[in-house]
């Protein structure tokens, strides 16, 4: 019975990690400027967990096959050798290098993303989150958003923001369905929601935040690849929670001066 | 101490309602729990087939299952709403009411109290109370089925708004989210009641000689656990007060001002749908090892027991439990590094977050090094054993990755997430549970469980647990939303062949589970008569009678002079000693 346990254990751990090192199923290809790092970072995470991985299960494979009890055996147990001490202390050096290695050098992505500021020059848009759709709203020339009254959100009238018009700041505001954004220049979203918990998940982009109602969510980064991406509700939002999805096209400079003019003329 | 346990001797009831059902015997209350966790396993389980099939055929007709749902499965076809009412309710009753109730209220109640050298429990009628009200919560989550709109769709976690502002969120959000919050309220003063009754028996009811470093680790574990469950609960049953007063009584706790739902423009102001989060994850991470701790206590012990050899660092193995459970406190914000709190915070929560990695790692590397070496006895109880060493390692390690606030930036939500709870706090728990049962079924039942069925029992779900949960991890890195009821635009169209196999998996994994079943049912009465001691062990539930006498020891006071795993030296033909076997060490009082 051990020995039929250390070979199906064994056949387990090779596929597992057969599986992954193929890459047969992997991260969609990277389309953001810090999207790079974090894979990198996903890797040096994966090798510290695989030596682990393997280690572990052809251990306890190798015990089993070795230490089962044959009917009338006199042989003695053995302790293994050293005691606990020196698997504490591998544990310890091991473990708490990866750690160290994870956090202090793997940090620097969340970094990036969160606690630099963006880019001075970065484009801004506003997304609003309801059930079950995503808007989005650019400034328009001014450069300013107005607030979102949700109180005037009227669908009938196509007031999907809750963009008060008597307001100076709202008038050359650009209300869209579809994110559009220009290939290699910095963006900042600013996530709200109307109702629910949503959240913002296009995997190509490496990006991912919840959307919390009550507060302004910023979010960064640089898209690299000209393209259209799914933009993914990723947070329990309802019964149409899996329908909630919008695009994310990243275009080249001239065809997102384009698609911003007649969407202004749209309004 | 011992003074104390003489004075609380009772005698046997008679009457059916005071031996089975309102028994104050911790014997019994430990069954109860114990069955209650197997209802609540195999409803939960046949749930999460209908979420399986549902994603995979989503137009098949399930028989019987429009009858219970007209609306939410018309002709016994699951509608999207009715998927996520049945994921609600199955990860609620497999965190609350399996892995919460068997390893510890369960088997705990059943065995630490034989284990110590007690005659019960310290409250046995607040043993009694927090079984029953724990049944009632179990009743209210339960009724959710068959109330007019359904069960709620916000998840387990009942994230607000969506929990909170009542039926225009969604079906099932009016009654059917009102019975949640008031079942899990309930859930919580039932296993506060327990926490207390098992601190107040392990400090104060041990018997001569059983100090805290004799105690078998089992009761450690309880204990550790206990402490767990008093802190976390409490705070776990603030936030459903908080959540019905919310919902019922127009308080604005979770709700801040303008949210317009359905239309509707709602007259809160002033709360924060992050509170709820807090408040739920400070107790949600505790939760995790409230579920896995008794685990660790019952695979150390069986390890031990049936690999002829003592526990490696039996000492160390404590203090790593100590240490999880202290850290344990510290990590709840690695639940929300993406739910829009400080960047900061994520960044101070993922260190306690991989550093509680370091005593897990010890404990998994210990169990390794006591397996080495050892004289291995391959039962099924010790092969469900070898399997949680196996699939806690597998899915620990998925840890390492999503403790880490910049890649959980990508897999946050995914099936990996899914893939790596199940298999480190589900199947890992489970298969303690499994161990456990294999263990003291011989005791609790008189009986010994047919080997040749736990066996089969074992294969299949062993390499099952792999197959369900492994590709999880996979399409996780595809970038796979979780509670998506179905993949419109085509958006990963490509791994329904994976879905597919994880679905059929899962029917064949648990479908074997009903072997399990008979050999439980089956060798309850059916099984050759078990002996006292079966598995050569040396702990105190072995030198009484299987099953024991109601005061568990007959009317002696056991004497205790030995650590709990004295194995490998043969004396008279034995490589184990009692720990009440006077030869020896004196007792220390």
């Known amino acids: 019975m051990g020995k039929a346990f250390a070979v199906v254990l064994t056949i387990i751990t090779t596929v597992s990690v057969a599986i992954f090192v193929s890459r047969h199923w992997w991260f969609p290809e990277v389309a953001s400027a810090h999207g790079g790092a974090m894979d990198h970072q996903f890797l040096e995470t994966f090798v510290g967990a695989a030596i682990g991985f393997i280690l572990a299960q052809l251990g306890l494979a190798a015990f089993a096959w070795k230490y089962g009890e044959r009917k009338g055996e006199t042989r003695p147990i053995r302790i293994f050798p050293g005691g606990a001490k020196w698997l504490v202390v591998l544990a310890l050096v091991y473990v708490g290098s990866e750690i160290i290695l994870l956090e202090f050098v793997g940090q620097k992505v969340w970094a990036a993303m969160y606690f630099t500021p963006p880019a001075a020059d970065s484009l801004q848009v506003q997304v609003l989150a309801g059930q079950f759709a995503f808007y989005f709203r650019y400034p328009g020339p001014d450069g300013k958003f107005g607030p979102i009254h949700t109180g005037k959100i009227d669908e009938t009238k196509g007031n999907f923001f809750g963009i008060d018009p008597s307001d100076p700041g709202s008038k050359d505001d650009i209300v869209t369905v579809e994110l559009a954004v220009p290939v290699n220049k910095p963006v900042e979203l600013l996530l709200n929601s109307k109702d629910m918990g949503h959240g913002f998940y296009v995997p190509e982009m490496r990006i991912q935040q919840d959307i919390v109602p009550g507060m302004e969510i910023p979010l960064h980064f640089t898209p690299t690849k000209i393209g259209k991406y799914d933009i993914a509700c990723n947070q329990l939002c309802g019964l149409g929670h899996y329908t909630m999805r919008a695009f994310l096209e990243v275009m080249s400079e001239e065809d997102y001066q384009k698609w911003i003019v007649e969407q202004a003329s749209l309004q | ?286 939760e995790v090892y409230i579920a896995i701790v008794p685990g660790f206590g019952v695979i150390s012990h069986v390890l031990s027991v049936f690999s002829r050899k003592p526990v490696l660092g039996y000492k160390v193995i404590v203090t790593c439990l100590l240490a999880i459970g202290f850290l344990s406190f510290t990590v709840w914000g690695h639940h929300m590094f993406l739910s829009g709190m400080s960047p900061y915070s994520g960044f101070l929560f993922s260190i306690p977050t991989l550093i509680i990695t370091i005593p897990a790692t010890i404990v998994s590397l210990l169990w390794l090094g006591t397996v080495y070496g050892g004289k291995l006895r391959f039962t099924t109880c010790m092969m469900f054993a070898l399997g949680f060493v196996s699939v806690f390692v597998t899915g620990g390690l998925g840890g390492m990755f999503l403790a880490q606030p910049s890649l959980d930036i990508f897999l946050h939500g995914t099936y990996f997430v899914v893939g790596h709870f199940h298999m480190v706090m589900g199947v890992a728990a489970i298969f303690g549970m499994f161990a456990g049962t294999y263990f003291w079924f011989p005791k609790m039942f008189g009986r010994m469980m047919n080997e040749r069925l736990g066996k089969i029992h074992f294969w299949i779900t062993f390499i099952g647990v792999y197959c369900i949960f492994m590709p999880m991890h996979f399409i996780g890195l595809e970038g796979m939303p979780r509670r998506y009821s179905s993949f419109v635009n085509d958006l990963m169209q490509p791994l329904m062949p994976v879905h597919k196999f994880m679905t059929i998996a899962a029917l064949i994994t648990g479908a074997a589970q009903f072997i399990f079943l008979f050999n439980l049912f089956w060798s309850m009465y059916k099984g050759p008569k078990a002996p006292e001691n079966p598995w050569e062990s040396t702990t105190l539930e072995w030198t009484v009678p299987s099953p024991p006498p109601f005061d568990n020891f007959g009317g002696k006071h056991p004497v205790v002079y030995h650590d709990a795993y004295e194995y490998g030296d043969v004396h008279n033909g034995k490589d184990y000693v009692m720990q009440t076997d006077p030869a020896g060490q004196p007792a220390k009082s």
């Open chain 2, 1 to 286: 101490m011992a003074m104390e346990a003489q004075q609380h001797q009772h005698t046997a009831p008679t009457g059916f309602i005071r031996k089975y059902i309102f028994s104050l015997d911790h014997k019994v209350i430990g069954k109860q729990y114990y069955f209650l966790a197997i209802a609540s396993v195999f409803l939960g389980m046949v749930l999460s087939w209908l979420v399986r099939i549902h994603l995979v055929w989503p137009n098949v007709h399930v028989w019987g299952l429009g009858a219970l749902s007209p609306a939410g499965a018309p002709g016994g076809v699951i509608s999207p709403e009715y998927y996520l009412s049945l994921l609600t309710i199955h990860g609620t009753l497999m965190v609350f009411f399996v892995l919460t109730t068997a390893p510890q209220a369960g088997f705990g109640n059943y065995a630490l109290p034989i284990q110590i050298g007690a005659e019960d429990m310290a409250f046995p009628t607040l043993n009694m109370l927090s079984f029953w009200v724990t049944f009632l919560a179990l009743c209210a989550l339960v009724s959710t089925l068959f109330v007019e709109d359904g069960p709620p769709i916000s998840g387990w976690t009942a994230y607000p708004p969506l929990s909170a502002v009542g039926s225009l969120a969604g079906p099932g959000q009016g009654m059917g989210q009102n019975l949640w919050a008031v079942s899990i309220a309930l859930f919580c003063i039932g296993s506060l009641l327990g926490a207390l009754n098992f601190i107040t028996t392990t400090v104060d009811l041990r018997c001569k000689g059983m100090t805290l470093m004799r105690m078998p680790l089992t009761c450690w574990a309880w204990l550790i656990t206990a402490i767990l469950s008093l802190l976390s609960f409490a705070v776990l049953f603030a936030a459903c007060v908080l959540l019905i007063l919310d919902r019922n009584a127009g308080t604005s706790f979770f709700l801040p001002s303008g949210l317009l739902v359905n239309g509707q423009l709602q007259n809160h102001s002033g709360g924060s749908p992050l509170l709820w989060q807090h408040l739920f994850w400070f107790f949600g991470h505790p």
